[in-house]
């Protein structure tokens, strides 16, 4: 038989505050670990190098973007997709790297894109507005910016506004 020193009631009061300490500790960490991958604290750090404009299809709020690995993710503030109506223009960098066409209006054989706006502002977009973006898009595999525009403080030039183009 065990013979407890402190007493059954402090033992049970010692277990309780261990137990409640590590539920502190494992919730930090997990909050840690997702904060590092939430907007803008992560965004890629470059100049912009795709500038479009088009109609919104979808808009997501705190959208996941998965990359290859499996710690390997970003959450943005807002993930929309748009229907590509003009390819304003691409860096020459990035146009020896995909496939598009300006007079289809598809970048890598699709004729829709999305943009990953990792702004603090909220935005103020509806469902068929036509909007412009300009940012940093990445012809990878295997990152959770592949194959989107990034809209974020850290990407020089990026933007994302509404109104009335082309005139």
């Not at 590590?22 to 500038?51: C, F, G, K, M």
């Not at 507005?129 to 940093?136: D, I, L, M, N, P």
């Not at 990878?140 to 990034?150: G, L, M």
Request: aromatic letters at 12%.
């Amino acid at each position: 038989m065990i013979n407890w020193h402190l007493g059954k009631r402090n033992v049970f009061l010692v277990v309780a505050v261990a137990i409640v300490a590590i539920i502190v500790l494992a919730y930090a960490i997990n909050q840690e670990l997702v904060s590092e991958h939430v907007y803008p604290r992560d965004t890629i750090h470059e100049n912009s190098n795709l500038w479009i404009r088009g109609t919104v299809a979808s808009i997501e709020e705190n959208h996941k973007s998965q990359g290859l690995a499996i710690n390997n993710y970003h959450i943005f503030r807002f993930y929309v997709q748009l229907n590509i109506t003009e390819i304003v223009w691409i860096s020459n960098d990035l146009a020896d790297w995909i496939a598009f066409s300006a007079k289809n209006n598809t970048i890598n054989n699709q004729s829709s894109i999305g943009i990953g706006y990792d702004n603090p502002n909220d935005l103020q977009l509806l469902i068929g507005q036509t909007v412009e973006c300009k940012g940093y898009y990445l012809p990878v595999t295997d990152t959770p910016y592949s194959f989107i525009i990034t809209v974020a403080p850290r990407v020089n030039g990026s933007y994302m506004t509404t109104g009335m183009y082309g005139i």
